[in-house]
């Protein structure tokens, strides 16, 4: 059975950082792209970043991009988002996600997790 467990999730200030983590379990992780997406509410589930299998590849939503960085440990079959300079506008549950080619739509992924909160005060 496929697990990806989110964690790291908080209540921060503007200009705070956070990392997020996903254990993954269940499925060969090196052989997956893993990816973070985004929903606030009221609002459609968004791209955040995507990482090759291997980790060299490397692709960030415009919102995100110079912020955030997506990083993976195969050999503990987990993935991490570097999140600096949160804004109030990443407020959102983030989720993360795997697949088998690199892509920014979420229906292209496999496997979801639960997604953990990120909550940004102004």
């Known amino acids: 059975q496929v697990q990806l467990v989110e964690s790291g999730g908080g209540l921060v200030q503007a200009g705070d950082s956070l990392r997020l983590s996903c254990a993954a379990s269940?499925?060969?992780?090196?052989?997956?792209?893993m990816g973070w997406f985004r929903q606030a509410p009221g609002k459609v589930r968004e791209f955040v970043a995507g990482?090759?299998?291997?980790?060299?590849?490397?692709d960030y939503a415009d919102s995100v991009q110079g912020r955030f960085t997506i990083s993976r440990d195969n050999a503990e079959n987990t993935l991490y988002l570097q999140m600096n300079s949160l804004k109030p506008e990443d407020t959102a549950i983030y989720h993360c996600?795997?697949?088998?080619?690199?892509?920014?739509?979420?229906?292209?992924?496999?496997?979801w997790g639960q997604g953990t909160q990120v909550t940004v005060s102004s």
């Open positions: 996600a795997a697949g088998v080619f690199v892509s920014r739509t979420p229906r292209n992924y496999n496997f």
């Open positions: 269940g499925l060969s992780f090196r052989s997956y792209i």
């Open positions: 990482i090759s299998a291997g980790g060299d590849s490397t």
